[in-house]
């Protein structure tokens, strides 16, 4: 299952939250360089592409880390002059702009050329639109700000979900889910998931506190998107979570990302990395560490003949999350174990022979 995909909005009009954010990105469309601002995860990104899909232009989203010196940004500028093969018109999408190592002068000066010379409409999108790398470039945009979705919204789109696909669920739970996500509709949908098994939804009390920030997203999503062995090395060098996590977050999102041929090549470097990983743990041969993270790293970015240019909603490896789960559960289960032992007298082995049937009736599942 996969909701982040699933329930997508198709339409501008179907996303939850923002409506003032949307109406003015409508208002405001194509009269100058627009700045998206706000929280990760409440639908800058997305919003831009399905504005694109509504006024039928080609977008063209530029990988931030794949353009940080003024050579690549008057590649940009070149493009931003021309209309698509087809005629269309375009829509130039700088995603996480405050990424872009915009302090240094030649940067930001060849970016305002770029705003004064572009044929095609642009759009930015930022987490803090007031960054200070941003000072020079806020003048020449109009800022609109996305805010956090409320809870009670996003606990109601959660509802419809379950109920469309047939997820028994407490009400309780939801608006737990909601409330915890803090306004992050991506992360709302991902702890949904991840809480789902044999059809109904488990109790939120058996997620993980939220400590994987943005930042993981944006690594994977560099990886996936650059093609350039150095930018690829600076995600790895630059990770907040051990090389052998990052690996489940590649293999849960590069089918996402890639298709036909670059796929079948991005899953033979993961099961090389796979096998290096393997044979690191089982022999304790660190040296092999240097091949596994470039594997996971150059070897995925390299495998795309070009850089997709789509929106890719990216997700929690489903690996991870259930593997939380069934932790949890087998805690639980630990738990009664040793309850039933005190009152029984008798070994754990019994007790985990007899178990199925005291379950049943004594209803302690």
Same mark, same amino acid.
């Given at each position: 299952?996969?909701?982040? $995909? *699933? ?64 050579? @690549? ?6 493009? @931003?002059? =021309? ?8 829509? &130039? ?9 915009? =302090?240094?002068?030649?940067? %930001? ?6 705003? *004064?010379? @572009? ?10 639109? #007031? ?15 996305? %805010? *956090? ?66 930042? &993981? ?74 091949? #596994? ?9 390299? @495998? ?15 690996? &991870? ?29 019994? &007790?985990? $022979? ?12």
């Amino acid at each position: 299952m996969n909701l982040l $995909e *699933k329930y997508k909005p198709e339409k501008l009009e179907e996303m939850i939250g923002n409506k003032k954010a949307i109406e003015e990105i409508l208002k405001n469309f194509g009269k100058k360089p627009l700045l998206l601002y706000g929280n990760p995860g409440i639908g800058k990104t997305l919003s831009c592409y399905l504005l694109a899909k509504k006024l039928n232009l080609e977008i063209y989203e530029i990988n931030a880390s794949d353009y940080r010196d003024v050579e @690549s940004l008057k590649k940009v500028l070149e493009i @931003s002059k =021309q209309y698509s093969i087809f005629g269309k018109k375009r829509l &130039i999408l700088i995603d996480e702009i405050d990424g872009l190592s915009v =302090q240094d002068r030649g940067a %930001t000066t060849e970016l305002i050329k770029i705003f *004064k010379e @572009s044929k095609n409409p642009i759009v930015m999108t930022a987490n803090d639109a #007031y960054n200070t790398k941003l000072r020079s470039l806020r003048s020449y945009c109009k800022l609109i700000p996305f %805010t *956090k979705i409320n809870y009670l919204s996003i606990a109601k789109y959660l509802r419809e979900i379950c109920q469309q696909e047939k997820i028994v669920f407490e009400e309780a739970v939801l608006k737990n889910i909601a409330q915890r996500c803090n306004g992050d509709i991506r992360s709302a949908l991902l702890d949904t998931e991840s809480l789902v098994l044999d059809g109904e939804l488990l109790s939120s009390d058996l997620l993980s506190p939220r400590d994987f920030e943005e930042n &993981i997203f944006n690594s994977v999503k560099i990886i996936l998107k650059t093609k350039k062995i150095d930018v690829a090395k600076d995600v790895m060098n630059n990770l907040d979570r051990s090389p052998e996590d990052f690996f489940w977050w590649i293999e849960e999102n590069v089918t996402r990302e890639y298709k036909n041929d670059d796929l079948k090549k991005a899953i033979d470097f993961l099961s090389l990395a796979d096998i290096f990983r393997r044979r690191i743990m089982r022999r304790q041969d660190w040296v092999l560490l240097r091949y #596994y993270i470039n594997f996971l790293s150059i070897g995925i970015a390299l @495998s795309k003949r070009e850089t997709y240019y789509k929106y890719v909603p990216y997700g929690f490896p489903t690996y &991870i999350s259930k593997m939380g789960v069934m932790k949890s559960k087998k805690k639980e289960k630990e738990e009664k174990i040793l309850k039933l032992q005190e009152k029984m007298h008798c070994s754990k082995r019994v &007790i985990k $022979e007899e178990l199925p049937y005291l379950e049943q009736f004594l209803n302690l599942s």
